[in-house]
């Protein structure tokens, strides 16, 4: 059974660099074709995809975010980090991770993690 | 960048009805890497289709997905109460390589 639970502040200030990690089991990110995504949503807003970690290390970014983003494993940990520098209001928002596979959809997601960005 | 568009925005409909939520893409989308999320307030979204058509486990088979190229339908044969709900597509390829659409809620009549 796959499960995945994000971790990490519930409010950062402006400027301030913002550090997520999702813990997971039921699967391996050794194993081949098997991702980890990062994903938001501002309250009432759209999904926003952030960034993705696959299990040879290939790392993909959200062009518009890549300058600001950094996606790391710990595969013996089972554990995925997302950091996110220089935080604005606007990047208040529930952030999930999600397991993906081969085909690139997101077939299970974390319970989400709602951060909050202000002074 | 591919650019998801769904429509309608907002889907007003009664339970037992037939809904049709449209998904079109700026540019053509391999239909493998086309997904259908179903996501209810203060939760997190639901696989609900990948590859265009096929339904992901669990899922009842009122939910049927098709499409190609740049243009994809979700539809909803007959609508359950537990169906109202917030839906986005997802597409898998071109940079950017994952994008959502913008959501359809379909909301009860």
């Known amino acids: 059974q796959i499960t995945l639970k994000e971790s990490g502040p519930t409010l950062v200030k402006p400027t301030q660099t913002l550090t997520l990690t999702c813990t997971f089991s039921?699967?391996?990110?050794?194993?081949?074709?098997?991702?980890v995504a990062w994903i938001r949503q501002p309250p009432g807003k759209a999904l926003e995809w952030l960034a993705l970690?696959?299990?040879?290390?290939?790392?993909r970014y959200s062009p518009s975010l890549k300058s600001r983003l950094t996606i790391t494993k710990d595969t013996s940990k089972n554990q995925v980090v997302l950091t996110m520098t220089n935080m604005d209001p606007v990047d208040t928002a529930t952030y999930y991770c999600?397991?993906?596979?081969?085909?690139?959809?997101?077939?299970?997601w974390g319970q989400g993690t709602l951060v909050t960005v202000s002074s | 960048e591919i650019v998801l568009t769904q429509s309608p925005g907002t889907l007003s409909l009664s339970p037992g009805e037939r809904a049709t939520l449209s998904c079109r893409a700026s540019?053509?989308?391999?239909?493998?890497?086309l997904a259908w999320y179903q996501q209810k307030p203060g939760q997190a979204p639901r696989l609900l289709i990948y590859?265009?058509?096929s339904r992901a486990t669990g899922i009842p088979d009122r939910f049927s997905g098709s499409g190609s190229g740049t243009d994809f339908t979700l539809t909803i044969s007959r609508l359950e109460p537990e169906d109202f709900a917030v839906y986005y597509c997802?597409?898998?390829?071109?940079?950017?390589?994952?994008?959502f659409g913008q959501g359809t809620k379909l909301e009860i009549k």
């Open positions: 540019q053509s989308v391999s239909s493998s890497y």
């Open positions: 997802q597409q898998y390829g071109s940079s950017p390589a994952y994008t």
């Open positions: 999600a397991h993906s596979g081969w085909l690139g959809h997101f077939d299970y």
């Open positions: 590859g265009a058509s």
């Open positions: 970690i696959a299990w040879d290390d290939d790392k």
């Open positions: 039921g699967f391996s990110l050794s194993t081949s074709g098997v991702g």
